[in-house]
């Protein structure tokens, strides 16, 4: 008998909900709790991929409204080697939030003749962002939060050819969707007009959908909440300027051409405003805890099991208590399954059993009428045996009485007197 009760690992027993008699002040308990989240220091880190000549520089500097990098002069795709990874860390402060930002570009991607190693450097450091994570947390010098280098998001520019994903687009998105969140811009979207983009969105879209590619939001309806207006603007096309220009009362950044100007920031003009939301106002906190609770988890499960350890459920992960759902779920499942097996094989049997009771009747009502029949040719055969009885007798009863009669008539008949 245990001295006190155990709800299990990691839960508190069931409280009993209790009626205040007077105000404690727990109202205010949201507002200390923004202060101290305010004076934390939110990190970001963005990765960049996608082949030269997108504009991927430019749409940074136009996203975080910040001369982030200068633009990257394109090399000659002969003296390219391999893709470079490089980072380059700052420190954003808006109204007292700060936030570090690392944006890790990915120049050469896309530029050599052969492709096929592209991907390579950009999933060794990414990996490696997950390595340091896990070894950070074992190490026990590590009292305070581990500083995150893991990538929250992969921009991943598409060219706006107007007929899908190349080959080296799938793969990398496929291959980068099992590692991190994935969001895909169709780059320099005012070479399109209306009709292009809706178009291209839609193959886009069977694209991915054919090669099973899972994209940010769309893809982690549990773990996003408040995205629903954004995701019919999936894929997002964007427009990247450095330009700036007054329209009416305000400047805006825009792009300048003869037949007219496209503002960056216009709804109608491309959805920079819809990436924008997502990334920043409505699922910045998402990017990160889906980075931590799916894709880190998977990849820590993987680096634990390659070192011999089962697929197993133990109260020492983070994952127990979705593990345990997931578990009961299965179990729930199967007991449904097996229950219905089993009225099935039932049923089954039943009806085998019905038809053999049939069968038995239907043989048991034929042996009856074949008795039956015999019974009433028995009972004819009696019945005819009897009349023939009654006919002798009544012969008989005839003939008697004609030999009494006969002999009664000798017996009294007078005798003759002689004549004289």
Known sequence: MPLFPDPGPWKHPEPRPVELTSPLGLDSLPAQRFTQVKRTTFTLNL???????????????????????????????????????????????????????CIVDTPGFGDQLNREHNLAPIIEYIDKQFEEYMVAER????????????????????????????????????LLSSKVNVIPLIAKADTMTVEEKRSFKSILLRDLEHHSIKTFPSSYPDEVDGADELLQHI????????????????????????????????????????????????????????THNVHYHRHRGDALRSKGRPVSIMECDDTYEVQIEGTKQKNHQDLQYKEAEIRKLFVERVKNKELELREREEKLNAKRAELMAELDEYRAMIEAEERDLEDVVALNTLSRSATLSKSASKLFRPKQQPTA
């Open 47 to 101: 990765m960049v991929v996608g082949e030269s000549g997108l504009g991927k520089t430019t749409f940074m500097n136009t996203l975080f409204n910040s001369d982030l990098t200068e633009e990257i002069v394109p090399k000659n795709p002969q003296h390219t080697q391999t893709v470079q990874i490089q980072p380059s860390h700052y420190e954003l402060d808006e109204d007292g939030v700060l936030l570090k930002l």
């Open 139 to 174: 190490h026990p010098g590590f009292r305070k939060k581990i500083p995150d280098t893991r990538i929250h998001a992969v921009l991943y520019f598409i060219a706006p050819n107007g007929h899908g994903l190349k080959e080296l687009d799938s793969k990398a998105l496929k």
């Open 235 to 290: 894929p997002f096309s964007v427009i990247g300027s450095d330009n700036t220009t007054v329209i009416g009362n305000r400047r805006v950044r825009c792009r300048t051409y003869r037949w007219g100007v496209v503002e960056v920031e216009n709804a109608e003009h491309c959805d920079f405003v819809y990436l924008r939301e997502l990334l920043m106002s409505t699922c910045l906190d998402d990017l990160i805890e889906t």
